[in-house]
């Protein structure tokens, strides 16, 4: 079975300093991978994805994250942080040859942005 | 255009009430997905429908949840006898095709039971 550890359920960074959001999943095959973010109230919005083509993923919003096979992990990165990105970030995976029709998720990461 | 919409978008109920939560996917999307979000926590998977057929039902908690999608595009996930651990929000996702990596994310449905 697959599963996705969000190291840091808080994370709290200053504006305009790198942000850092960590994913590890546990799976037999490298899965597609993913981040979603969720503002309060609303429902999860794709930040980026990767589907074993580039191993650094550009994504929505200045983020990026690389996949790394050998560390098992897909962190999620932004240069300067903006106060508009406190949010909850949810990293998720789905076997990337079938056998499971939902994504699985992490807990959560809760990211909080320093005035 | 037009996205993934849920209603209600906030539901009380009290316990051993019935429950159902609608979901309007993209138009035209042939996958849809529901999920159920605990408080603190992330989705997790519930079921899974491509078109009017329910391919995988195996995250339903228990036999009190039952989903449907008779035409292929509404759907709606009832909850038989609600109990306290049901509250959450109810999450539905819709993907174009029958690749499952492509969601599109619906508000939600918060769902309290006292």
């Known amino acids: 079975a697959q599963s996705v550890t969000q190291l840091g359920s808080h994370v709290s960074v200053s504006e305009g300093a790198l942000v850092l959001l960590r994913c590890n999943y546990s799976?037999?095959?490298?899965?597609?991978l993913f981040w979603y973010v969720q503002y309060p109230n609303q429902g999860l919005q794709l930040l980026l994805k990767?589907?074993?083509?580039?191993?650094l993923v550009k994504g929505i919003n200045g983020f990026e994250a690389e996949f790394k096979k050998s560390e098992t992990s897909f962190h999620l990165t932004k240069p300067s942080a903006h106060m508009s990105d406190a949010a909850e970030y949810f990293c998720?995976?789905?076997?990337?040859?079938?056998?499971?029709?939902?994504?699985?998720f992490g807990k959560g990461t809760h990211l909080i942005i320093q005035p | 255009g037009a996205g993934v919409s849920q209603s209600p978008r906030y539901k009380v109920a009290k316990r051993g009430q019935d429950v159902a939560l609608r979901c309007d996917p993209i138009?035209?999307?042939?996958?849809l997905f529901w999920y159920q979000q605990a408080l603190g926590q992330g989705p997790e998977f519930l079921t899974y429908?491509?078109?009017?057929?329910?391919?995988?039902k195996s995250g339903l908690p228990s036999d009190r949840f039952f989903a449907e999608r008779p035409e292929g595009s509404v759907s709606t996930l009832k909850i038989q006898r609600t109990q306290q651990e049901d509250s959450a929000v109810y999450l539905c996702?819709?993907?174009?095709?029958?690749?499952?990596?492509?969601?599109?994310f619906g508000p939600g449905t918060r769902l309290l039971v006292l």
């Open positions: 996702a819709s993907s174009p095709t029958s690749r499952k990596e492509t969601q599109y």
């Open positions: 799976s037999s095959v490298p899965p597609y």
């Open positions: 990767y589907t074993s083509a580039a191993t």
């Open positions: 998720a995976v789905i076997p990337s040859g079938g056998g499971a029709d939902g994504l699985t």
């Open positions: 138009s035209g999307h042939v996958s």
């Open positions: 429908f491509q078109n009017e057929a329910q391919l995988d």
